[in-house]
């Protein structure tokens, strides 16, 4: 396995990268298609909101954080305290092979330092959806991610924590042990900051996640057959194994995200 670094992104370029990647990642995924809709192939304007989404909150760089992994050694980081110049961060990271540069995987991780305190409609000047919409006109993806964001309030309680956002590996680059750098690269922020970790896990990560300690604890199960009228194709997972012993087998037509946290560790 190829020696991965993991670096901050401190460009344009880099987030147009990481863009790239994640439609690339999510072409097939389920939520995707219904926000882009009819192959999960979004259009110009809808490529530049998610890359807005992406950019990095301005001066909050977590100072030197370069992960290294190859097929004997695990990912190993190096990361000097973080200002307090907000309560809430966004940290955008790129996966990198060390020989080449090419870029393998991206994250978006959101650090919260601080309590977080929101007016009653949820800060963002309207209550979030909670009502399914058509596809492809922006009422999907605020419908989920508002599922998400409520879901996250009720376990976090807006207490500090570090989330992972985000994760995506090039599909050239399978195995290459991007998301795996990205991961340890996190966990090893957080343990230093002494904060669990939370993030929301589609099928395809879950059991990643499980091997770098992270627990199920909730789910949120989207029936997109029912809303929308999507068919699972063969080759789809929605979540059959994720969560199981928690919430049951995965019902007929629905798409699964299991909630999941991660207490912090003493840093060895």
Known sequence: MAAIRVREAATEVDVQVAADIHFAAFRQDAMNILMHPPNGVPSAEGKTAFAAMLRPTPAAATAVAVAEKDADAPATV??????????????????????????????????????????ADDGSGKPPSSQPAPPGDGGVREYFFGAL???????????????????????????????????????KLADGLGLPTFLEATAAGYPLYLRYGYEPVDVLDFNVTE??????????????????????????????IAIMRRLPRPLA
């Open 149 to 187: 964001k409520r879901k996250r309030s009720e376990w976090t309680k807006d207490d500090p924590a570090l989330f992972l956002e985000i994760i995506a590996a090039n599909p050239h680059y399978q195995r290459s042990g991007a998301a795996s750098a990205i991961l340890s690269w996190g966990t």
């Open 78 to 119: 190096s990361a000097a305290a973080l200002p307090d110049s907000s309560k809430q961060k966004t940290i955008l990271v790129l996966a990198e092979l060390s020989v080449t540069g090419a870029t393998v995987g991206y994250a978006k991780w959101t650090l919260r330092e601080e309590p977080l305190v929101l007016d």
């Open 227 to 256: 809303k929308w009228g999507l068919q699972r194709g063969e080759a789809q997972d929605w979540g059959t194994n994720s969560a199981v012993d928690i919430a049951g087998p995965l019902p007929e037509g629905v798409y699964r």
